[in-house]
């Protein structure tokens, strides 16, 4: 590896833990992010010119240790501060956290990065940046916008939790279901626009999905006894378990029936259903990341679309719609039922969503040609699929659009 390279690859790994332990030695979470992208920056220039220290997180830290001597020189009000840091010494090997306390360090960065104070966007946006150590350009990347807006997003999120003075810790144990609900979900939206893209050229952004398992990975090893956390772990896995077939060799969308399922990632999908069980083994009772996990373990456990067990899939859209009842929700267990018991069932439910919060998606005019295309009534199934490939914004789904449509003569 070139020495960019190392760099890089170092950084991945061991940010999270070195934003943590600056946060918590500074007291700053802001700072603490700006004093070690400083240290990153440092490393580009001397790693490549002079080699990888044998200690390469401890030199990070020790760079960052410095710069926050320096900021804390330069501002009088925290002189008393400074003179406690600068009487430590600092050597080129120091660790700036305690063996025993590194786990603490990444979940309250977790938790402070997804604040209920911040918009989801910039919670995604900083979670991706400060716990999964990427870079500005590579989070605008993933999502096709702007760095500009990435990097506006990050400084605002930073500016308003100094405002809201967030505390860099893990919540008090009261407060905790309810806070770990935003890191769930910040990480089921990172995976959900890696598995299936909103826009642009590509189905899958893999490496985006990646990302979003690789932390769910981490949490529910901060937070071994949380259901939910191993819920939504098991839900990536068995989705990305799915992965290698849902492309063809051009890169087009390759549908659920007609995938080779000989292909499916068997490691992944043993994995999901572990942590799914270890889900239902410390809950009482399946959350809905649990639920939707369940529901995908149904897919994968099945020979073929025909052998799947639609019926207990359709059951647990029912018990997903009480607990969290949305219009997806209720599109998706449509789906299950036309699998079922037919698509006029199906349709009937699909007509009560319309004018609802789906009004703009793509997702329900897909559905209802599809049903219709299944019912014989050509000409409505045309006008729907139509008006879903005008709704659509990614291109590799549009093509399957044009070919339902084009299938239909």
Known sequence: MTGR???????????????????????????AEDLAQEALAEALVTWPREGVPRNPAGW?????????????RRNSA???????????????????????????????????SCHPALSREARVALTLRVVGGLTSDEIARAFLMPTATVQARIT????????????????????????????????????????????????????????????????????PDEPEAHGLLALLELTA????????PDGEPVLLEDQDRRRWDRAAIRRGRAALAHATGVGRGLGAYGLQ????????VAASVEETDWERIVLLYEALGRLAPSPVVTLNRAVAVAMARGPREALSIVDGLEGGALKGSHLMPTVRGELLTRLGRAAE??????????????????????????ALG
């Open 381 to 406: 199934a045309r006008e729907e699929l139509e008006r879903a490939l005008r709704l659509c914004g990614n291109e590799r789904e549009r093509t399957v659009l044009r070919r339902k449509l084009s």
């Open 156 to 223: 605002r999120a930073k500016k308003t939790l100094a405002a809201a003075r967030v505390p860099f810790e893990v919540p008090p144990a009261a407060e905790r279901p309810a806070r770990l609900g935003s890191v769930l979900n910040v990480l089921y939206v990172i995976f959900t626009e890696g598995s299936t893209a909103a826009s642009g050229s590509e189905l899958i952004r893999v490496e985006l999905a990646e990302e979003a398992l690789r932390l769910a990975r981490v949490l529910v090893r901060l937070v």
């Open 293 to 300: 996990a369940a529901i995908a373990e149904c897919h994968d």
């Open 60 to 72: 990070l830290l020790t760079v960052g240790k410095r710069r926050a001597i320096d900021v804390f």
């Open 5 to 31: 390279e190392e760099v890089a690859a170092v950084w991945r790994i061991e940010s999270a833990r070195i934003v943590g332990a600056l946060a918590r030695y500074t007291g700053d979470f802001a700072l």
């Open 78 to 112: 925290l002189e008393e501060r400074y003179s406690v840091l600068a009487r430590e010494p600092v050597e080129p090997g120091d660790v700036l956290w305690d063996p025993d306390r590194i786990d603490d360090d990444v979940l309250a960065l977790m938790f402070v």
């Open 241 to 248: 378990a799915r992965f290698p077939a849902r492309l063809g």
